[in-house]
């Protein structure tokens, strides 16, 4: 591979004798559009890591509630009780809709919802361990920082105190949502009612201490600045470094489409940012060890190209999606097992089937 850019070239030799990246590297790379030297680097360092294999989970989500009073102006998905549309599950529909997923034996439910005042901390516990009644081998992977944030206030408890009761219950992960971008000038203008960043970084900090893994995301493609941008993966590397307790890395690609945020434009981000995203947050993100690329914000097609910058996992079947559809994800609803597994294999990759904790079911060679 020949690196033409001085200023890669210099960024190129950091990585090949493991120094890590700079704040300066990283907004280098993000701006430059030298794709084939960028693929090349995050490549290499993926396939040091994972060699050719591409994880994916047979999962299903759980979307129980579109009620939420945050009403952040990125999401087409969040209604007001009372609108046309609003829902809430009771804790039997999200039990029938597990037990659905019981039959295409799946490993993880994802279950995540608005911030909706009718539920409370009992709700949650009572899925989860009628859940792990009927269903013990299947990891409950649920409720992103925003919840558990918003329980702790409801009752008046910890942070500590809502995650205890929870993984006693039976929860065993949580998922990366609500991140957003760190910058206070960006949650300003799109999410003002939402968590600090600092919360949210404090919630995963409890979490890692409860020994609950968690993932961790960015929603990008609106209005944050590249710097930004990379100042969030910084204060994700930062909390890391101190806890290990991260999973994975999921860049978020905004859908524009039915939300309350302008951009000028109503398609999503470019192709080109995309794998950008994703091959510089495996050169920034050194101590992740998984970088996931949701296959249903950037398209199957895409994802197929990602997996030669940097990405070693795309996340699972699915089965349901809303959040992203309601902005104008045009992506299918689910993929099936083989599906994942043919998208790896055309793109000369190893599928490996994959529990919630990234230890290995089954390989596809
Ligand atoms: O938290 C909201 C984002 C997230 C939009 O942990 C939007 O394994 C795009 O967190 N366009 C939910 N995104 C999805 C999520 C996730 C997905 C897959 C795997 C994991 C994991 C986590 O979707 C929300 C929010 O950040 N979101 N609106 C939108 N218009």
Known sequence: ???????????????????????????????????PSIAFLANMVKEKIHNKKVYFVVNRHITH?????????????AKSKGDDGAYM????????????????????????????????????????????????????????AVEVDYLAAKHGISVYEVLKVLKDAGLSYLPGGGAEVFSQRVR?????????????????????????????TILYGHVETIEERVDHMLKLRELQDETGGFMAFIPLAFQPKNTGLNIGRDYATTGCD?????????LLLDNFKHIKAYWINMGVKLVQIALHFGVDDIHGTVVEEKISHAAGANAKQALSKKELIDLIIQSGKLPVERDAFYNIVKVYN
């Not at 999200?94 to 919802?113: D, F, P, Q, R």
């Open 274 to 282: 995309d794998l950008k995203m994703l091959a510089v947050s495996r």
């Open 65 to 77: 509630t579109n009620i939420c009073i945050n009403r952040c102006s990125f999401c087409a998905f």
């Open 89 to 144: 599950l009771s804790c039997d529909e999200v039990i029938k809709k597990a037990l659905e997923a019981k039959e295409m034996n799946v490993c993880e439910l994802h279950i995540v919802g608005g911030l909706n005042p009718e539920l409370d901390l009992n709700y949650f516990v009572e899925i989860i361990k009628k859940l792990r009644e009927i269903m013990p081998d299947v990891t409950i992977k649920a409720l992103t």
């Open 1 to 35: 591979m020949i690196i033409e850019d001085k200023n890669i070239l210099k960024i190129a030799d950091k990585v090949q004798c493991g120094e890590r990246l700079n704040k300066d590297d990283a907004i280098y790379l993000l701006s430059s559009s030298d794709l």
């Open 188 to 216: 300003k203008a799109v999410c003002p009612e939402k968590i600090s960043a600092d919360r949210w970084l404090e919630v995963h900090r409890t979490a890692h201490e409860l020994g609950i893994p968690t993932n961790a």
